[in-house]
């Protein structure tokens, strides 16, 4: 079992910046490719940002690409997401998950497990 925490989010004027991060527990990180998704209200919760297990690699959606970046710290077992020049429309509940595999970042059900969440609003 692998538990994950978020942390970082919060409210920040539109144009700045925040870092989420994702703290794993129970078993190493660097045995899952890891991704961010976002949920907000009212929509379906989307895929933004997603790194292989040994950080070689990564995708993005297209909404955030060029001002998001994943990484991770398999020694802090730990992952990252900055997030620069945010807009209103960025606003919502960012969740990080654990994978077995880089190959289906995309689709959610391919993660195993899930933080709960954390609000990030950006106001206008």
């Known amino acids: 079992q692998v538990q994950l925490v978020e942390s970082g989010g919060g409210l920040v004027q539109a144009g700045g910046s925040l870092r989420l991060s994702c703290q794993a527990s129970?078993?190493?990180?660097?045995?899952?490719?890891m991704g961010w998704f976002r949920q907000a209200p009212g929509k379906e919760r989307e895929f933004i940002a997603a790194?292989?297990?040994?950080?070689?690699?990564?995708d993005y959606a297209d909404s955030v690409k060029g001002r998001f970046t994943i990484s991770r710290d398999n020694a802090k077992n730990t992952v990252y997401l900055q997030m620069n020049s945010l807009k209103p429309e960025d606003t919502a509940v960012y969740y990080c998950?654990?994978?077995?595999?880089?190959?289906?970042?995309?689709?959610?059900?391919?993660?195993?497990?899930w933080g709960q969440g954390t609000q990030v609003t950006v106001s206008s």
């Open positions: 998950a654990a994978a077995n595999s880089f190959r289906r970042r995309r689709n959610q059900d391919a993660y195993n497990y």
């Open positions: 129970g078993r190493t990180l660097s045995n899952y490719a």
């Open positions: 790194i292989s297990l040994g950080g070689g690699s990564t």
